[in-house]
């Protein structure tokens, strides 16, 4: 069964950092495009962070641009997301996503990803 699965969610200050990771199981992500996404509540799903699968260049959303860092690591099957000063408005739940259909992953279409995290919450508040 593939599946991915996230961990690293919480409630952190204002200006603080959390890293989110997620594993996949059942296949390998070497070959997928990799997304997060968050969703707020009463807000629709937004793309926030991705990894190209043509040639590995990552793209972030204007709000998170210089805040937020998304990686992968191969060996461990494991891509992350290191958010640094993190406000209020990130508050949400963050979901991890792969996709092999997605060419411009900075376009953030959500109905190419095929595979998704079960979500974390991410609480930002003093």
């Known amino acids: 069964q593939r599946q991915l699965v996230e961990s690293g969610g919480g409630l952190v200050q204002p200006g603080g950092s959390l890293r989110l990771s997620c594993t996949a199981s059942?296949?390998?992500?070497?070959?997928?495009?990799l997304g997060w996404f968050r969703q707020a509540p009463g807000k629709e799903r937004e793309g926030v962070a991705c990894i190209s699968r043509i040639d590995g260049s990552t793209y972030y959303t204007d709000s998170v641009k210089g805040r937020f860092t998304i990686s992968r690591d191969n060996a461990k099957n494991t891509i992350y997301l290191e958010m640094n000063t993190l406000k209020p408005e990130d508050t949400a739940v963050y979901y991890c996503?792969?996709?092999?259909?997605?060419?411009?992953?900075?376009?953030?279409?959500?109905?190419?990803?095929?595979?998704w995290g079960q979500g974390t919450q991410v609480t930002v508040s003093s």
């Open positions: 996503a792969a996709s092999l259909g997605t060419y411009y992953c900075s376009a953030f279409v959500i109905v190419e990803y095929e595979y």
């Open positions: 059942g296949f390998t992500l070497g070959r997928y495009a």
